[in-house]
């Protein structure tokens, strides 16, 4: 890792706890002016999509495609931290069980730099008991850090945490 990928690296991750602890206020621009970076705001929260896309494929190795080789997760229903692709396979290997259906609620997306944005807010699953086929809908608070690798956006860090008050 380059000293410049070394400090971007650095800024993300910074960025995106101050993100987490509300300290810090994401997504204002100017009403009614079109602007790249608001394209590039747009393209940042439709990410999730793919995601959610890779999530309907019941494939936990394409969901783990869509995250960087040292990528870290701190997932929603579990106490594990995954700090590597096998660990994030091994976790959607078990989420996937409940046939995970996401949508947000609410999104701030924030781009750093060309090369470096975050995605934070409120999204829900509809989750189905694989035993039962009971359905339940958890709503949790999520923070996805990317950055472009190759020309392709990837997840460096993805926060998902149940709503503390639901």
């Given amino acids: 890792m380059t000293r410049r990928s070394i400090s971007k690296r650095a800024a993300i991750v910074t960025a995106t706890a101050l993100v987490a602890i509300g300290t810090v206020t994401a997504g204002v621009s100017l009403a009614g002016q ?9 393209q940042i929260t439709s990410l ?6 890779a999530l309907q494929t019941g494939d936990s190795g394409k969901v783990a495609d869509l995250y ?12 594990k931290v995954r700090t590597d692709r096998a660990e994030i396979v091994d976790y959607f290997d078990h989420f996937l069980e409940n046939k995970p259906v996401g949508k947000k609620i609410e999104t701030i997306a924030s781009v750093l730099d060309g090369d470096s944005a975050i995605d934070t807010g409120v999204y829900e699953f509809t989750l189905t008991d694989p035993d039962t086929g009971k ?3 958890v709503e949790a608070r999520y ?3 990317y950055e472009k690798i190759d020309g392709e956006w990837l997840i460096v860090n993805h926060h998902s945490s149940a709503m503390p008050e639901g």
Wanted: hydrophobic share 35%.
């Fill in 34 to 42: 079109d602007s790249p970076e608001k394209a590039s705001k747009k």
């Fill in 48 to 53: 999730f999509e793919t995601w959610n896309a």
């Fill in 68 to 79: 960087a080789k040292d990528a870290v997760l701190l997932p929603t229903v579990s106490n």
């Fill in 135 to 137: 359905k339940r809908v």
């Fill in 143 to 145: 923070t996805y850090a």
